[in-house]
């Protein structure tokens, strides 16, 4: 059974940074496309950072370009979201997904989902 763990959300002041980090265990982590997701209160879960099994192709929600970094360490089948420059708008709950697709962007195109980490960014 596929798990996806998610940590290093929490509170952080406007400007300031974080990195979101996802173990995934129970599959084979080289051959998934990774994804970060986020839902803030009332709105829908919306696409924010993927890359792809081979790590050549990252791919962002315009909100977060230039700001966001995902990355993948096949060895210790984690993937990162670095968050920098963030602000009260970024504050959500932040799922990462695993696809077995080789990139993917839309939600129906992830196989496993973590339960969340939430990150609130105050102003």
Avoid: H
């Avoid at 084979?28 to 099994?53: D, K």
């Avoid at 060895?75 to 990162?80: G, L, P, Q, R, W």
């Avoid at 009260?88 to 990139?103: F, H, L």
Wanted: aromatic share 10%; hydrophobic share 35%; glycine share 10%.
């Amino acid at each position: 059974q596929v798990q996806l763990v998610e940590s290093g959300g929490g509170l952080v002041q406007a400007g300031g940074s974080l990195r979101l980090s996802c173990a995934v265990s129970g599959g084979t982590f080289s051959s998934y496309a990774l994804g970060w997701f986020r839902q803030a209160p009332g709105e829908r879960r919306a696409f924010v950072a993927t890359i792809s099994v081979s790590g050549r192709t990252t791919i962002y929600e315009e909100a977060v370009k230039g700001r966001s970094t995902i990355s993948r360490d096949n060895a210790k089948e984690t993937v990162y979201l670095q968050m920098n420059s963030l602000e009260p708008e970024d504050t959500a709950v932040y799922y990462c997904a695993a696809s077995t697709r080789t990139v993917a962007i839309r939600s129906e195109e992830y196989d496993y989902w973590g339960q969340g980490t939430q990150v609130t960014v105050s102003s």
